[in-house]
């Protein structure tokens, strides 16, 4: 090769790298693939889609009916110097996906009788409360808040899980200050605050922290080196590289209250560590759980058959026409996508990428329903 041509290449791989991190894309034309076990047979169409939404690099693992686990790792855990190909074992952010674990741990203090899906909040607290500035407090149920129908709404109130620093689970004596935005039981929204009560809730029964708890009932011994705690602010080898959209950065991560987390979203590890434990809990997002909590909600207040539509005691549920339901949970953080299903035909997956766009809902959706579709 002559001087100019090498000189020329490297140009071209600097001007490219230099696009990458102004416009976020040419990297994608290349997205390097290492697969162990079957390949998914929709895993060229999913590469399709992460390129198209910006996606540099993504973990997916899928269990089958008969438990043969396929597991892929697709793109660059870094796509900005030094470039670093994504890796099987690379620890990636759960984000809301931490919930499956809480939602379990919940699940099994119920089935030991220990605690009650009707059962009120506050009486699983320590604090003892005199007066409320808003006395429906007193009647937010455990199922309540595993449904996401306790009464807050972060559209209305800012959501302390998202502020630096976050009175749940710290400060509990802060629920007596709280005005809800709705009657607990009376309608739908999506709430980390909830799961982050429940932790409180499991820390008061077990009278352990909530990560000891997690690792403990769910994790098991096998989980020791395999399932952390997000380390922002902090350099760790493994750990995959958030990529952000414009608008969003490193700071709006380390501004949050990871701490306050581990009941909410600050678990961390690959796809297939997590779809593993999908294998052994989810009988508890299966089953009478279910049968309980639509007692609770109604079918006319419910339409399995719309998408993000009907959110049960653990993961939503999809019904699709002539075909197994579908129960999955999502999750998202500024340079984060994750989502998790798991299928009434035994099937489960887990999708974990280094990306987000800002306006996160659409791929999210997107994601899912392609899962949807595929399996």
Known sequence: ?????????ALLFAFALLSWQQRGNLLLLWLPIHCEGVPPRWL?????????EGVPGFQV???????????????WASAEMPVEQMQLEHRMSYASLSKIFTSTVVLQLVEEQRLALSGFLLDYLPQNFSKFRDERIKWITIAQLLSHRAGFDRSLTPDPMQQKHSWCPGDL????????????GMSFAYANVGYCLLGAVVENLEQMPMEEVVRRRVLGSEGRGRFFLVPYGKKEKGYVKPHFDEGES??????LPWNSMVATGAWSGSASDLVN???KTSSHVQGRENAVWYSLRGPDRCDARRW????????????REGRSDMFWRDGSLPGATAFAAV?????????????????????????????????
């Open 308 to 319: 993000r539509a009907c959110h049960g005691l653990a993961f939503y549920r999809y019904q």
């Open 1 to 9: 090769m002559s001087r100019r041509s090498w000189f020329l290449g």
């Open 61 to 75: 693992a899928h269990l089958s009916e008969d438990g043969h686990l396929s597991r892929c790792a697709v793109g």
């Open 173 to 184: 004596s802060y629920l007596d200050r709280v005005q809800l935005d709705f009657d607990p």
């Open 277 to 279: 434990v999908l294998g």
């Open 343 to 375: 299928f009434d035909s035994g099937e489960k997956l887990v999708f974990l990428g280094n990306y987000r766009k800002a306006d996160w809902k659409p791929f999210n959706d997107r994601l899912g329903l392609f899962f949807a579709e595929q399996l």
């Open 44 to 52: 060229p169409a999913l590469v399709s889609l992460a390129r198209e």
């Open 250 to 255: 490193l700071g709006d991560l380390e501004q």
